[in-house]
């Protein structure tokens, strides 16, 4: 018994040496120095967010009316095209076969016409020589229509060989960019079957879907900021079509938005977040809207927080409920107040019950470039 007592109270030693170690190593660490900002509130610029993917205006996946095998691709992926500039050919080896049988018949058909053109005005003049009965002249006459309408149908005939060449030599509809070539030499062409796409690299827009509670806000014409996520560029846009239907969208609205001139980083495929501001919505958002800079959190698999600044200047992991994304901000729904302070940077590794020296965060675009962001 005498040495059960006397090993707990050993460890009993040990675990308060242990403790006085870590709480003097806490105590003894130092200070790091942190940013803080307040929250900011979205009181007098209330806008609707929606997201997106930037396409070209002018876009086409061409394709053939005919069947054969691809004898030539004229362009590669990412080439620039001008109207009517040649981009796939077709073996049309059958249409060729065609057009001389067609030219035959024509040249057939026209001997026949001459013939009874001949004969038909030769009895025109015999009958009214009295010389040729009123049959003969009308079987004549039943002559010289038939040959002259099979001139014509033979005409018709190579008109649509003609046309069917055209679908041999797929042709760029408008000047663009070759986005994508779909066959290889040697592939058979099928009807229907997308062979190239083309899209016009003059003008980009944008295609948004928006919730039921938002549509009733966007108006056509209306000027919006366009946020492009991979380079984190705004552009400025105006709407140019709202959908009054989300029948065939799974319940959101398509909303089209023209982009204002833009350089070449942005292409046509990304994705981006667009801000529609509406003056009438005042009404509908809350007035304790609270939005963070989305820089600022801190995520752990599927949780977000924040850190915040405690009692005696410590640093304290505060986990949030997120909502709404609003360009480079988030919506926060619970976990912090618009009277509470956040870090914004700070010049060392935060982790909870670290000491923090905190001072306040220069206005955006100003701050200390040698500050770790969060």
Excluded at 101 to 129: C, E, H, M, P, W
Excluded at 267 to 296: C, D, H, R, W, Y
Aim: charged share 20%; with cysteine; aromatic share 6%.
């Amino acid at each position: 018994m005498k040495k059960i007592i006397t090993i707990l109270t050993i460890s009993s030693l040990l675990l308060v040496a242990c403790g006085k170690e870590n709480k003097e190593a806490l105590v003894n660490e130092p200070a790091i120095a942190v940013k803080v900002s307040g929250i900011s509130e979205n009181n007098n610029s209330p806008f609707v967010t929606a997201s997106g993917k930037i396409e070209a205006e002018n876009s086409a996946n061409l394709s053939t009316r005919m069947m054969g095998f691809v004898t030539k691709i004229h362009v590669q992926v990412g080439q620039k095209v001008n109207a009517g500039q040649l981009l796939v050919s077709i073996n049309n080896s059958d249409l060729q076969a065609k057009k001389a049988q067609v030219d035959a018949s024509i040249l057939q058909a026209t001997a026949g016409y001459n013939n009874a053109k001949k004969d038909y005005d030769r009895f025109v003049n015999l009958f009214k020589q009295q010389s040729a009965s009123q049959k003969e002249l009308d079987d004549m006459t039943a002559r010289y229509e038939m040959a002259k309408a099979g001139l014509e149908g033979a005409k018709q005939m190579r008109n649509e060989v003609i046309a069917q060449f055209s679908y041999s030599n797929i042709t760029a509809p408008f000047s663009g960019v070759v986005t994508n070539t779909f066959v290889k030499e040697g592939d058979m062409a099928n009807p229907g079957m997308p062979l190239v796409s083309v899209e016009g690299a003059s003008r980009l827009q944008v295609t948004a879907m928006v919730s039921e509670n938002d549509i009733a806000t966007i108006k056509k014409g209306m000027a919006v900021n366009v946020l492009v996520k991979s380079s984190n560029k705004n552009v400025n846009g105006k709407v140019s079509e709202v959908s009054s239907s989300a029948t065939n969208t799974g319940g959101q609205y398509l909303v089209k938005i023209n982009l204002d001139k833009t350089d070449a980083s942005i292409l046509s495929g990304m994705f981006v977040n667009v801000q529609f501001p509406v003056a009438n919505k005042v009404e509908t958002i809350s007035n304790e809207m609270v939005l963070i800079p989305e820089t600022t959190l801190v995520k752990q698999g599927q949780l977000s927080g924040i850190y915040t600044v405690g009692t005696g200047n410590v640093a304290i992991l505060r986990w949030l409920r997120i909502g709404k994304t609003f360009g480079s901000q988030v919506e926060v729904l619970s976990g912090l107040s618009a009277m509470e302070n956040y870090i914004v940077s700070a010049d060392g590794k935060l982790y909870n019950g670290v000491k923090v020296i905190p001072s306040p965060a220069l206005p955006e675009g100003k701050g200390d470039e040698s500050s770790q962001k969060l």
